[in-house]
């Protein structure tokens, strides 16, 4: 029982954590764009820093000269070229905004008289939980009442938009923001507000629009927001000060040989800038016995 609630925990987010209802999510919209292949030294055609309007604009000129450089053609993605879907990429975004407002209503196993979008192979991935199952995952999801414990908690989704290499999965971001102003795991409210890092999330369909894959969590900076760098419910904990007690759900910290390894680079790294011909004779031994 108590892993059984242990796994619920860490799924709550993924539940009915929002005030967010049905009607208030935004209609589908088209992701995908076909690249235009701009060749590298083109420029645009937009206007540059007006002088009356300077005290506005304060882009280094420089900078602003090099805008509407672009990678090689050769690194850039040309979306037309590849393998499409058989649910065009607006009809997968609806799909994805669906599935979300059924998470919060929490009818997406298809209790209350929602309909069950999880698909029979259906798995959940976030960077350390997971996989599990359809069934861990739909019996885990009622054990825990995380709304009590945040009211107001906002999800904030944005940048909706599909995959150009698997045709099949919608990415969307997330932020969390929100106090704790109620009682959490029979412990009292600390009033203390959360706002986590943008952190990605992933949808993969199938042909029939049934969800088979669903991922959470993955930070995209982890020096923003007052969660340690921490993503989903761990984020969350973190942020009212009831850290759980594992490492992984702790901020990250070197491991002492790794954390070793990095003091002395910087310490090599600091000589060598005071004294140019040490770093070249380090260069020239290390050149010389890697011969």
């Not at 280094?60 to 979306?79: C, F, K, N, Y």
């Not at 992933?202 to 991922?215: C, P, Q």
Request: glycine share 8%; hydrophobic share 40%.
């Amino acid at each position: 029982m108590l892993a059984m609630h242990f796994v619920a925990l860490i799924l709550l987010l993924t539940s009915n954590v929002s005030p967010f209802h049905l009607s208030s999510i935004p209609p589908p919209l088209p992701s995908r764009l076909t690249s235009s292949r701009t060749p590298a030294t083109s420029r645009l055609t937009s206007s540059r820093c007006a002088p009356a309007s300077s005290r506005l604009c304060s882009i280094r000129p420089d900078l602003e000269a090099a805008i509407g450089t672009e990678p090689p053609v050769a690194q850039m993605v040309d979306e037309a070229s590849l393998p499409t879907f058989s649910i065009p990429p607006d009809k997968l975004i609806g799909l994805a905004k669906a599935f979300t407002a059924a998470q919060i209503a929490g009818t997406a196993g298809g209790g209350d008289g929602g309909v069950d979008w999880f698909a029979d192979d259906f798995r959940f991935v976030a960077p350390v939980v997971g996989p599990f199952d359809k069934a861990l995952f739909i019996d885990s999801l009622s054990n825990f009442d995380l709304p009590t414990a945040f009211p107001d908690l906002l999800n904030n989704f944005h940048h909706w938009r599909v995959c150009p290499f698997e045709p099949n999965r919608v990415y969307y971001s997330i932020k969390f923001q929100g106090t704790n102003t109620g009682e959490i795991l029979s412990r009292p409210a600390t009033f203390k507000k959360v706002e986590s890092p943008i952190q990605a999330q992933s949808l993969t369909f199938n042909e029939r629009g049934e969800v088979t894959k669903f991922t959470i969590g993955y930070v995209l900076d982890k020096e923003t927001g007052n969660t340690g760098g921490l993503g989903g419910v761990f984020g969350l904990f973190h942020a009212i000060g009831y850290g759980l007690p594992f490492p992984e759900a702790q901020p990250y910290r070197p491991s002492l040989f790794y954390g070793g390894l990095m003091s002395i680079n910087k310490g090599l790294q600091s000589a060598f800038r005071t004294n140019p011909a040490a770093k070249r004779a380090v260069d020239g031994l290390i050149e010389t016995f890697s011969k």
